[in-house]
């Protein structure tokens, strides 16, 4: 049994199933599904439609080049029948097919990590950016209170008060001046 590869979107063809044309040169192009082959009629590049293994392969969303795609390739040389180089081939296609799955999750997992460190980077920017919408400016007061607390001369108390309230002051003025920005 034969699974067939669809041209134009790159999925298996079951025996008895998908469409064949054939065009005057000979040359066979076997579809999936009725959306492929009108996709193909239009003269639609499969490297460029988005929901083809051709788009993903090319556009580095899936894994492209890999020894272990040299096992899938078709060949058409008949080789005489022999039960154990059926079942060495049976075992090897399963191992190959096991290490190409960890491969494939390999690189997925390196796609993603590079998302989340692009999408970490913009997070932490958005919120140094509006810091003033997270942090209240009194939130510091507490902090100055037990400081003060320690301080016998009240003069240095007053003063300290004062510049803390004017840094507050300013703080808030620069958040209203960020919002209005926005």
Known sequence: MRIEKCYFCSSNIWPGHGMVFVRNDCKIFR???SKCKNAFKKKKNPRKTKWTKAFRKSSGKDLAID???EFEKRRNVPVKYDRDLWQKSVEA????????C???ALHINNRHSKSKEVQRRSDTYEVTKNMGLIRSPAA?????????????DMSMVSSKL???ESRVVEEVHNSDREMDVE
Not at 93 to 100: N, P, S
């Open 31 to 33: 579809f999936c599904r």
């Open 67 to 69: 020894p272990s795609f």
């Open 93 to 100: 296609m399963k191992k190959v097919e096991i290490i190409r």
């Open 102 to 104: 960890r491969r494939q």
């Open 140 to 152: 510091g007061l507490k902090q100055l209170a037990t400081q003060l607390d320690g301080e016998k």
């Open 162 to 164: 004062k510049q803390m």
